[in-house]
């Protein structure tokens, strides 16, 4: 068989399961009881290593069959998740990451796991000798053992989290069953049937187990029976009823799960409490419950592939435009009519494309606990990371670009931010520092902040730095307020660190950061307060492609401003301008306004013997909290755009953030707010 054809979704899949196992040895960490998450664990490395097995790969195999070994003693309490132990699983989390990272770059496997195995099997041994030498010397061990007799359901050993769950279940009036199922020896889709079983049962109440696993049902591993374990609020003979209608089912056993005698005592007080309803057993179960039979809603779909639909979705609102302006040109009432219907399809097969492009922040914002842990841990600080709205949904093309920048502030706020816990003491802080991460929706934009409560920045350090390392004048650094000192942190080699270390310096890279959000057509700022923390924020627009835009006119040329940045449009008259500290502004709703002409922005020649009207169009645009009114010659009218990339040689040129073709034809280009107002 060609393993070849199966790569990518190996890999696919492994990075998953990778991600899911550093969070959930996070939370294994701060809950070490959590049997949930530990079977979660145990899932994640089962699967890595059934599919590392299959294609080949022995070193991930046997890496986590001996995680396995570990695992499995943590889920049946014979070892306690102590430190050392979820340290050598992270280490081995990590070189596990190392070794599927080889296998996607192709490059030769020079990583030892023997050193790795060598001490999980010592953990393993170490563990099971120390149960060996004192069977039954807790009470815990004891009700353990009696736990995991074949009482609790027919033959079948249930895990400790699954006797939790019938527990639960007896607690609140519900009945546990082992289904046993039977197929006809001539059945042919084997996996459907079984998918038609596990559907019938979910409709009556929640199943937490099967044998073999849901996977393995999915894909037909398994001979003409299977067992599958309910929670319900049915009968017995209800259930069987249930299977039995449907076809090709030979015969159907249904066996009630037992509640373990030892436990059964203390639950005696207990009152009968109130029955939930079929198929909404209570939280604690849904909690346990195992993966379900996936029904096929969703495919994986190469992001290229997603491009280029995009690209021709692009292209389709292009000539769309143009067919609109040809109907209007040469008023073709026919055509202008079909392209009204057009527009709207176009307009829903656009909406569709850009919402399949949209991932949630989370897929890059989950990468990070793990990365604040182990920091925390080498610069010997105490970091609660708070994450926040990790639903937010950016365009995919914006969220593989904004990992790195994000790493770089959140290294930054750990490593200068944050004091060490006796200095936050003394400070009167909580030795614990609070970093928190947030990304939300604002109007067309996305806002995505790294907050601290640290020590802050300070800007008369910052402008002594400026000066010694000879970026400014002292002069300059005189006539600085602190905002604009403080945003210096982003000017390219500008550093506070005396020794650069490993982890980052504030300053160090910052440039590199800026640079990074601004060719997303992104804005990254400021805000900080010494010994209260500071908080940079990163403002994104949701998608690169296709946007909303007020077409304005200068001196025969047309230019795009992007919807998303302009509060309004007003005519003003020449007088309402006043000049204050040498920068026109004008008095709108009590609030000053600075003016930026966009023609002598853009260094546009004026036509001759033309006199300043004596009605001006101002278009108001906002960045953050600042505004600024754009004077322009006429106002065209809003338009869909797709934005088109400047290309190479023309890269880099402030104030223009792009280029559109529109529907004669021509091409305008993009403002970039941003920088107009700078």
Request: charged letters at 25%; glycine letters at 6%.
């Amino acid at each position: 068989m060609d393993m070849n054809q199966y790569m990518g979704m190996f890999l696919e899949e492994s990075r998953e399961h990778l991600q899911s196992l550093n969070q959930s040895l996070l939370e294994l960490e701060s809950d070490p009881s959590a049997l949930a998450v530990l079977d979660e664990i145990f899932r994640s490395a089962h699967t890595i290593k059934g599919m590392s097995a299959t294609m080949g790969f022995t070193q991930i195999a046997e890496l986590t069959h001996e995680m396995e070994n570990v695992l499995d003693l943590l889920r049946k309490s014979v070892l306690k998740a102590d430190p050392n132990i979820i340290d050598l699983l992270f280490k081995c989390v990590d070189t596990l990451e190392q070794l599927v990272e080889s296998v996607a770059n192709e490059t030769e496997l020079t990583i030892d796991v023997n050193p790795l195995v060598e001490k999980l099997r010592q953990v393993a041994n170490n563990g099971g000798a120390a149960v060996t030498a004192t069977p039954q010397s807790t009470h815990e061990n004891t009700a353990a053992a009696q736990d995991q007799s074949p009482e609790s359901c027919s033959q079948v050993e249930l895990s400790d989290t699954e006797i939790q769950v019938v527990k639960a279940a007896h607690d609140q009036g519900l009945l546990a069953f082992e289904v046993k199922v039977e197929l006809r020896e001539n059945c042919v889709l084997k996996s459907a049937r079984a998918y038609m079983v596990m559907s019938a049962l979910e409709e009556l109440g929640e199943v937490f187990k099967s044998i073999p696993a849901a996977e393995d049902l999915e894909q037909e591993n398994f001979e003409f029976s299977f067992q599958v374990f309910l929670v319900t609020s049915a009968e017995e003979d209800k259930v069987q009823q249930t299977i039995m209608n449907i076809s090709e089912i030979e015969a159907v056993t249904v066996i009630p799960c037992k509640v373990p005698v030892a436990e059964q005592k203390t639950d005696q007080p207990n009152p009968k409490k109130e029955v939930t309803p079929a198929g909404k057993p209570d939280k604690l179960v849904e909690h346990h419950v195992e993966k379900k039979i996936k029904s096929g809603q969703s495919v994986r779909v190469d992001i290229d592939k997603l491009d280029s639909l995009l690209n021709l979705v692009g292209e389709l609102v292009i000539n769309k435009t143009r067919l609109e302006q040809i109907g209007l040109t040469h008023k073709l009432t026919d055509l202008v009519e079909t392209m009204e219907q057009m527009d709207r399809v176009t307009t829903d097969l656009q909406n569709v494309v850009m919402k399949v492009r949209m991932v949630p922040v989370g897929q890059v914002f989950n990468r990070f606990p793990r990365m604040v842990r182990d920091l925390s841990h080498e610069l010997n600080k105490e970091i609660n990371l708070i994450i926040q709205g990790e639903e937010t949904e950016l365009d995919r093309t914006v969220i593989d670009e904004i990992g790195d920048p994000l790493v770089h502030l959140l290294r930054n706020a750990i490593d200068h931010g944050v004091e060490h816990p006796e200095e936050r003491q003394a400070n009167g802080k909580d030795p614990v520092g609070e970093v928190r991460l947030i990304a939300r929706h604002e109007g067309n934009n996305v806002i995505i902040m790294v907050t601290d409560d640290g020590k802050g920045i300070n800007p008369e350090i910052i402008k002594a730095k400026c000066v010694e390392k000879g970026l400014i004048t002292q002069a300059e650094a005189d006539k600085m307020d602190a905002n604009e000192a403080v945003r210096m942190v982003f000017y390219p080699g500008f550093s506070t660190s005396k020794v650069v270390t490993d982890v980052s310096g504030r300053g160090v890279g910052m440039d590199v950061v800026k640079t990074k959000i601004e060719s997303l057509g992104g804005r990254v700022d400021v805000e900080t307060k010494v010994n209260e923390g500071s908080i940079f924020k990163i403002r994104l627009p949701l998608t690169l492609a296709i946007i909303q835009a007020l077409l304005v006119n200068i001196c025969d040329e047309i230019y795009a401003i992007p919807l998303g940045s302009i509060d309004s449009t007003i005519n003003i008259t020449p007088g309402d301008i006043k000049t204050i500290q040498n920068q026109e502004v004008i008095l709108l709703r009590g609030q000053i306004i600075p003016i930026v002409r966009l023609g002598k922005v853009l260094a546009i020649p004026e036509k001759a013997n033309t006199e300043e009207p004596e009605e001006l169009f101002v278009v108001i645009v906002h960045m953050g909290d600042h505004r600024a009114g754009i004077i322009v010659d006429t106002l065209i009218g809003q338009q869909e755009i797709v934005i088109k990339s400047l290309g190479k040689l023309l890269a880099g040129i402030k104030v223009i953030a792009g280029a559109t073709i529109l529907g004669n034809g021509q091409v305008a280009l993009i403002l970039d707010v941003g920088s107009l107002m700078q």
